[in-house]
């Protein structure tokens, strides 16, 4: 199989890049860096340097490709972030409709079924809209909450032993980690399925944020807990870190969103799973969180 990744760098595009080196693909990567993929390409990978946002880079990358993974990074610090995930879906569109037989699959997220009202989540929406019209095989990978995401409450972990959110602490998800939603993607590449698809993908536990928090708190030997603030306080402090105030107003958006996003999870083409958070509080969290540490003492 000749299989194009975009974002090798990110916690899923590594993981799957290397899955599919693992078990003999070609593969080319995308990357706007390509320095920071040199491990890749010590294992075979072929490098393309650019961003896909350019068709022209992503036409380089599929030609003569079997199947591409596409992934809409977050653009953190945009000052119009629905708008740059809208050009590079136009990106993506514009070259699988020259390749009608690519598999793609594309990583969307739970709530991409809402045209509006999800915050970032409305370029996924918009993303799953003009692949489908664009190409013939197009499988939409739709994960829950990322484990992952709790690195962006780290520093309040670290000196507060905080995680602040708008979200009450009793709410539940089916927390997935990066780990298994790779996983599913390279399912999804080395046996491509023809026609359009939508899979959801959730964690093998249903977690409320507050036993996230304790979970957590265990794993570092502190306790932690959930604060409940309001969205404007939320998003005044992701501005003071560092955050665009549009992609903030986003973030708040989507979290007052997710209950509604949760009651779109369906039961019918799914994938569960394997790591628990408590493994993944261990083995991921617990590590990041000592090197976090010893980088500020």
Known sequence: MRIAVTTPTGHIGNRLANILLDRRSEVTV??????KVNALASRGAHIIAGEHSNPWIVEQAV????ALFWLT???????????SARRMADAGASVIRKHPELHVVQLSSAGASLPKGTG???????????????????VSLRPNEFMENVFF???????????????PGSLKAPFIATQDIAEVAAEFLLKPIDGHFVVDIVGPQELSWDEVAQITGQAIGKQVRVATVPGDQLKAAMVKG???????????EMEAAIPTIQAQVKGGQTRIGKVTYQQFARMVFAPGYKRALEAVA
């Open 153 to 167: 409450s780290l520093p309040t972990i670290i000196g507060q032993g905080s995680i602040y959110t708008t979200i």
């Open 120 to 138: 970032p989540i409305v370029g996924l929406y918009e993303t799953e809209e003009k692949f489908r019209a664009a190409g013939k095989n197009i």
């Open 30 to 35: 995308i990357a706007r860096h390509p320095e």
């Open 242 to 252: 560092g955050v665009s105030p549009e992609m903030a107003a986003l973030l708040v």
């Open 63 to 66: 030609r003569g490709a079997d």
């Open 73 to 83: 990074p977050g653009e953190m610090t945009s000052r119009d972030p629905l708008g």
